[in-house]
T-cell receptor, first 110, second 112 residues
Framework: SQTIHQWPATLVQPVGSPLSLECTVEGTSNPNLYWYRQAAGRGLQLLFYSVGIGQISSEVPQNLSASRPQDRQFILSSKKLLLSDSGFYLC?????????FGEGSWLTVV | KQEVTQIPAALSVPEGENLVLNCSFTDSAIYNLQWFRQDPGKGLTSLLLIQSSQREQTSGRLNASLDKSSGRSTLYIAASQPGDSATYLCAVGPNRDDKIIFGKGTRLHILP
């Protein structure tokens, strides 16, 4: 069966520090992969999506970046975090049909 | 550009009532529409998926309908219970550009 793993689950980072959130999918091949962010009191905002290895589409200009080094691995990064980067980050995958989500990562930038 | 709107933003109803949550989208060229539930501080739980060729799906006390031509979906919750309290999100897509776009959600509070 297909599963999705996302880590870390929570982290507290100082302003200006780097960030790396990782997501891996098991049990499927060539999925579409997504990173969403949910800021306090706001909806889910699509940050990046990928339809294949090395193919990244960015939805919102910001200090975040994404990479897909392997078919089932999706990484969200930042070189220098801002306070406004705080929020709940969700990785997701889909293959033509339903979209499945990871458990999410709570990021607090202090 | 696909835009997804959910109305109302928040809703409080007494236990036992039937209720309807609304979702509208601007681009009807969608592959499917999905309703999710999110409890505070938690991830998303899929409730119902409606393929673009379908008009409705049912699961227990939940019924979701889809009208692609008018760009609307509704989530009907029958005999509401306090445990139904959560934020309900609709997601549309993937569209031709492979994106899946969410509405901002409806915060539902069922009063005991």
């Amino acid at each position: 069966s297909q599963t999705i793993h996302q880590w870390p689950a929570t982290l507290v980072q100082p302003v200006g520090s780097p960030l790396s959130l990782e997501c891996t999918v098991e049990g499927t091949s060539n999925p579409n992969l997504y990173w969403y962010r949910q800021a306090a009191g706001r909806g889910l905002q699509l940050l990046f999506y990928s339809v294949g290895i090395g193919q990244i589409s960015s939805e919102v200009p910001q200090n975040l970046s994404a990479s897909r080094p392997q078919d089932r691995q999706f990484i969200l990064s930042s070189k220098k975090l801002l306070l406004s980067d705080s929020g709940f980050y969700l990785c997701a995958w889909s293959v033509l049909d339903t979209i499945y989500f990871g458990e999410g990562s709570w990021l607090t930038v202090v | 550009k696909q835009e997804v709107t959910q109305i109302p933003a928040a809703l409080s109803v007494p236990e036992g009532e039937n209720l309807v949550l609304n979702c509208s989208f601007t681009d009807s060229a969608i592959y499917n529409l999905q309703w999710f539930r999110q409890d505070p501080g938690k991830g998303l739980t899929s409730l119902l998926l409606i393929q673009s060729s379908q008009r409705e799906q049912t699961s227990g006390r939940l019924n979701a309908s889809l009208d692609k031509s008018s760009g609307r979906s509704t989530l009907y919750i029958a005999a509401s219970q306090p445990g139904d309290s959560a934020t309900y999100l609709c997601a549309v897509g993937p569209n031709r550009d492979d994106k899946i776009i969410f509405g901002k959600g409806t915060r539902l509070h069922i009063l005991p």
